[in-house]
């Protein structure tokens, strides 16, 4: 998302909200998951391979504050990875 983009979508929120608009919250995206005994979370070093939940094509979660908020594609910008968003989850 560019600065243009949450420059605009902020000016639609109400004005009691634009004390909140620049705390800081933690963004995770979660490729996938999997579950290990403790035996075989001890045993992992360094080459180990863990085998997770999701397909490699299927899309990824994006959580803000660990709570889920959209879904995306994994993407290769400049050498670095980055998340195309495809699908905003609504809230219950």
């Known amino acids: 998302m ?7 979508n902020a000016t639609e929120l109400p004005g009691n909200l634009e004390m ?3 705390v800081p919250v933690g ?3 979660q490729l996938g998951s999997c579950r290990l005994s403790m035996r075989e979370a001890l045993q992992l070093n360094a080459g180990s ?6 397909l490699a ?3 990824v979660d994006v959580l ?3 709570r889920l908020v959209a879904r995306g594609e994994v993407v290769v910008l400049e050498n670095r ?3 195309k968003i495809t699908e905003m989850v609504g809230t219950n």
């Open 57 to 59: 094509d299927a899309p």
């Open 27 to 29: 963004v995770t995206v």
């Open 2 to 8: 560019t600065t243009a983009t949450t420059m605009k």
């Open 64 to 66: 803000v504050n660990e």
């Open 20 to 22: 909140f608009l620049d």
């Open 49 to 54: 391979l863990l085998h997770l939940d999701k």
């Open 81 to 83: 990875f980055g998340i």
